[in-house]
């Protein structure tokens, strides 16, 4: 009886143990990008907010980079899918080892738009790391042929940091880096903008490297 006893004893701990990994496992590919790796845009999402709390909180400012990949849509037009797809997969691991923080995240906010959001970061310190990304993709040196921006795969850069506080919200931020990308791309892509555009002489500088 005592023998019967502890096998089903220890059948039961080896169910709850298959039952957390399983758990676990659910948990962060409902958190994951299957393409990439990196954060999904509801992951992204919940960690803005969190991250925007904290801030207002603390008084920090928070940063946020858009990178938008140039004529992703004639790329896979000539290279097809599975191409455009090794490409993002790419892009996507050379953002995330530009999270260096705890707190940084890369994620994938949607086709082929990707974020980095940055914690108690400045625009100054955000706009360093954006020369880093787009110099990260430019040494990848993935030919595109259909690109009017480069003779290689590049991206659109547009970043923005804010302070919370009662004029401005999570939105905001949002909003600003993207018209931070609309800008770079209107400038003819392959750069990084910030928004709104600051007095700042080093980011009033071009950042494009053809």
Do not use: C
Request: glycine share 6%; charged share 25%; no cysteine.
């Amino acid at each position: 009886r005592d023998r019967r006893g502890f096998f089903f004893f220890f059948l039961i701990e080896i169910e709850k143990q298959q039952l957390n990994k399983l758990s676990q496992e659910m948990a962060r590919l409902s958190q994951e990008d299957g393409l990439t790796g990196l954060a999904n845009r509801r992951h992204f999402n919940e960690t803005l907010a969190r991250e925007w709390a904290i801030a207002e909180r603390e008084q920090q400012t928070i940063a946020l980079i858009f990178i938008d990949v140039d004529h992703f849509k004639p790329y896979n037009d000539t290279y097809g899918h599975l191409e455009g797809d090794r490409v993002l997969s790419l892009v996507g691991k050379t953002l995330k080892k530009m999270a260096k923080r705890p707190a940084d995240l890369a994620a994938r906010y949607g086709g082929e738009e990707f974020v980095l959001l940055l914690p108690n970061t400045d625009l100054k310190g955000a706009y360093e790391l954006a020369q880093e990304v787009l110099q990260a993709i430019d040494n990848l040196a993935i030919p595109h042929k259909s690109s009017k921006a480069a003779k290689h795969v590049s991206v659109s850069i547009g970043l923005s940091a804010l302070t919370p506080n009662a004029q401005s919200s999570i939105n905001t931020l949002i909003d600003n880096a993207d018209e931070g990308v609309y800008a770079a791309k209107k400038a003819g892509r392959h750069r990084i903008r910030a928004y709104p555009t600051p007095e700042d002489v080093i980011l009033r500088r071009e950042a494009t490297i053809n």
